[in-house]
């Protein structure tokens, strides 16, 4: 059993807190936790919610008093996520969060207060460069927790806007659960995983990428290529391809190709760890999320729904 009862707080930009909140979501249902989303507006999001996401429900600030909100009102619920919170109602919320020991909370705000850093366990701030080309490849990168949970909740925006969105999971294994088992009757939204079907194998801790890991990867990078030529207003997400190309996974080239080659339209979404140069000087919006604090800090192992 998933022990609950962390509270999160992601701020900075508004578009990158919402998709990584909505991915996390995604990845929570997987997993057969129930979900509530308060928000200040809808954004065409309590529908499509309602339609594709298991166990969610979504309501607005404005139909509720958040000084009257009691621990009874979340009873059906494990996990409550506050959007787009304002920082002096962040203030009144506080004592109630207290109350929630047994819940799972989590934050998006545009402005943060070091004061409030010790009330949450999770704070990670979301930074943004824009670049002068509007090429439509944007970076996810940074040590803080967010950037495959964003990747997939940047689809899910995407795919609510009527594009299709491929995510390829360069690190994943097969056999492993991904969030697709939260999704309900949804087309146009595909998650691929790379790896190999074996669930405990992950070469990431041992030695690196033996030849059928790099056999894999390519075959991957040959599915993007055929995807974005078949479906050019599209988003394509390829997660952990930084780390899989400081690993020696994958050739920086061939991701160099795929950049330069894809058309206007195609929205490319890269994720990982650390820079890589070239793909940073040719990205149109690099989101740098920031570690303020982890409870890994604390020697706390990764919990399933939250971290994977």
Do not use: C
């Not at 787009?84 to 207290?98: A, M």
């Not at 950037?147 to 609510?160: F, N, S, V, Y």
């Amino acid at each position: 059993m998933v022990s609950l009862g962390y509270k999160h707080i992601y701020f900075g930009d508004d578009k990158v807190t919402l998709s990584i909140a909505l991915g996390q979501v995604l990845r929570l249902s997987a997993h057969n936790f129930h979900n509530l989303i308060i928000m200040p507006r809808d954004l065409g999001i309590q529908q499509f919610i309602h339609n594709h996401i298991k166990n969610t429900s979504v309501i607005f600030y404005n139909t509720i008093d958040l000084m009257k909100l009691q621990k009874q009102f979340f009873e059906k619920h494990n996990v409550v996520f506050f959007l787009s919170l304002r920082p002096e109602n962040l203030n009144i919320l506080l004592p109630l969060f207290e109350e929630l020991k047994e819940k799972e909370i989590i934050v998006t705000s545009r402005k943060f207060n070091d004061a409030f850093t010790e009330k949450f366990d999770y704070v990670t701030g979301v930074t943004r460069q824009s670049n002068l080309n509007s090429n439509k490849v944007i970076v996810y990168t940074g040590d803080g927790k967010g950037k495959t949970t964003g990747a997939i909740g940047r689809a899910l925006i995407e795919r609510m806007r009527g594009k299709k969105a491929f995510i390829f999971h360069f690190l994943k294994n097969k056999a492993s659960i991904t969030e697709d088992k939260g999704l309900i009757k949804i087309d146009r939204f595909e998650l691929i995983r790379l790896g190999r079907d074996e669930p405990d194998y992950a070469w990431i801790t041992g030695k690196g990428p033996d030849k059928k890991d790099i056999e894999l990867a390519k075959e991957g990078l040959r599915l993007v290529r055929e995807r974005i030529s078949l479906f050019k207003n599209s988003l394509v997400v390829l997660d952990e391809i930084l780390f899989a190309i400081r690993q020696n996974l994958i050739d920086e080239k061939e991701v160099v190709k795929i950049i330069s080659e894809k058309p206007q339209e195609t929205i490319l979404l890269l994720t990982g760890r650390g820079e890589n140069q070239y793909i940073f000087r040719n990205a149109s919006q690099i989101f740098t999320m920031k570690k303020i604090k982890h409870p890994y800090d604390n020697e706390v192992s990764a919990r399933k729904g939250i971290e994977y």
